[in-house]
């Protein structure tokens, strides 16, 4: 009986170590080894969504390799574009990646900007289709994920016609979420948590509102921040970047979630002192502290450069409305049975904060803060925004201008020989390009392991 009942506590220990984080891996949508593929227009491709969840998965699964593209294209429908017909599109944007995930997000141009036209509507459902079809047939297993388009700006500014132009949109996205029930595939909505978050904020500072989608149609950095928020959270992304809880009045470990402590003891000061090596990194939120523009020149390679004493006004009241960091990046310090007023944290030697006993038994979440963890965070970031923007020039500025009839026309003139010529210099780019954008990749895989740091929790004088 006494043999059974240690067995039973310690099968009961095992399972309450195990971090919440790294439960959720096995449930987490993507998967080792996947490639995922973003399809659609302007927005998608301006690059901010893409890059957010990608930064997500660097920093949160470190040992998760996984492959992304972004392969939209500006002004493109259902139908395709100016970067050629829609089978032209998949053929050469697509396909060649050999992606197991692609997202679809198309609608914006699809309605015309205008009231509802039930021939541009049918277009849509047709073209949409096929799309659909040509990447299952393509593509035996892929997983394909269809996104309800972000909204059009009728919150802040007045609609051009009654009902507005977001009404259509989401009269598209209806039949987008009923097109992903019937051929058994996910559906997530952008538009209807961003319009929330809008009126919201409208509310609160109507100039700030603005600042969300300006122009009413591309999101900006921040916003798009909310579009990687709803993707992530369909996917099952965990919360928890760790949490770590500490008794200390006894100076004993309480819990440690995706954390390893070590070294834990009073100091003579009645202080603490550990050292603590995290399973993840925080999330570097792309807009948070500096001012990123919302287009960028197509051949910027420039990363985000953060500013710890900065806070971007609108980033910030997205976070705040949203629950960004709330729902996905809670890097959580908890202390209980401290006594003294107030506490300095330090983490390798740079000041953090100071917080009374209170706050630190309620629990202070870290990735709220300039640590060093988050600075390792943003270089990987920084190295994620560098491999997007190489792949994209090499694709966008590059290949798509010496494929496009309408541009190799004014260059050479069409003939067999010329169109080789063509062909030989692409094929010469889509090479580098791929060898380019593996070296980038592994550079970040080597500044995403997380390491130990040293914390220590000091009374404040007086």
């Known amino acids: 009986m006494k043999?059974?009942?240690l067995v039973l506590s310690m099968a009961l220990m095992m399972l309450a170590s195990v971090s919440p984080a790294t439960a959720a891996k096995s449930k987490f949508f993507l998967k080792n080894g996947d490639r995922v593929c973003f399809y659609g227009d302007s927005i998608t491709e301006q690059r901010f969504y893409p890059a957010d969840v990608e930064t997500y998965v660097r920093t949160r699964f470190p040992?998760?390799?996984?492959?992304?593209?972004?392969a939209g294209v500006g002004g493109d429908r259902v139908t395709g574009g100016w970067a050629g017909p829609i089978d032209v599109r998949l053929k050469r944007d697509v396909f060649p990646f050999k992606p197991d995930i692609v997202t679809i997000m198309l609608g914006m141009n699809d309605a015309g900007y205008r009231p509802f036209n039930a021939a541009l509507f049918h277009t849509f459902q047709k073209g949409y289709e096929h799309i659909i079809?040509?990447?299952?047939?393509?593509?035996?297993?892929v997983r394909i994920v269809l996104l309800g388009t972000s909204p059009y700006d009728d919150i802040t500014q007045k609609p051009g016609f009654p009902g507005g132009y977001n009404a259509v949109l989401v009269r598209y996205c209806r039949w987008v979420r009923d097109l992903a029930r019937r051929k058994?595939?996910?559906y997530v909505d952008f538009n209807a948590p961003m319009v929330k978050v809008l009126k919201a904020a409208e509310k609160i500072n109507p100039a700030l509102a603005k600042r969300i989608i300006p122009g009413r149609v591309h999101p900006g950095a921040a916003a798009e921040m909310m579009m990687a928020q709803a993707l992530l959270k369909a996917w099952g992304a965990p919360a928890t970047v760790a949490r770590v809880s500490i008794n200390g009045a006894a100076d004993t470990l309480s819990r440690a979630s995706n954390a390893r402590i070590s070294g834990l003891k009073k100091l003579a000061n009645g202080g603490l002192t550990w050292t603590e090596r995290d399973g993840s990194l925080p999330m570097p939120i792309l807009a948070l502290h500096e001012k990123w523009p919302q287009f960028l020149p197509v051949r910027i390679l420039l990363p985000p450069q953060p500013k710890p004493k900065y806070t971007n006004p609108t980033t910030a009241l997205i976070d705040k409305l949203s629950g960004f960091t709330h729902q996905l990046d809670r890097e959580m310090l908890v202390v209980r049975g401290l006594r003294a007023a107030r506490y300095h944290l330090l983490i390798d030697g740079q000041s953090i904060g100071t917080f009374t006993p209170a706050q630190l038994a309620a629990g202070i979440n870290l990735a709220r803060y300039f640590t060093p963890m988050l600075?390792?965070?943003?270089?990987?970031?920084n190295m994620v925004w560098e491999e997007i923007q190489t792949h994209f020039v090499g694709w966008r500025d590059v290949q798509l201008i010496l494929e496009n009839d309408g541009w190799k026309r004014p260059m050479l003139p069409?003939?067999?020989e010329n169109d080789s010529v063509v062909a030989r210099a692409v094929a010469g780019v889509v090479r580098a390009m791929a060898k380019l954008d593996h070296a980038i990749?592994?550079?970040e895989y080597a500044a995403n392991q997380p390491q130990a740091h040293h914390y220590q929790?000091?009374?404040?004088a007086g």
């Open 457 to 460: 929790l000091i009374p404040a």
């Open 184 to 186: 058994h595939l996910q």
């Open 3 to 5: 043999a059974n009942y």
């Open 441 to 443: 990749e592994a550079k």
């Open 375 to 381: 600075r390792q965070a943003y270089q990987v970031n």
């Open 63 to 70: 040992a998760m390799h996984v492959r992304f593209v972004d």
């Open 133 to 141: 079809r040509s990447l299952q047939h393509h593509l035996p297993g």
């Open 414 to 416: 069409v003939n067999t």
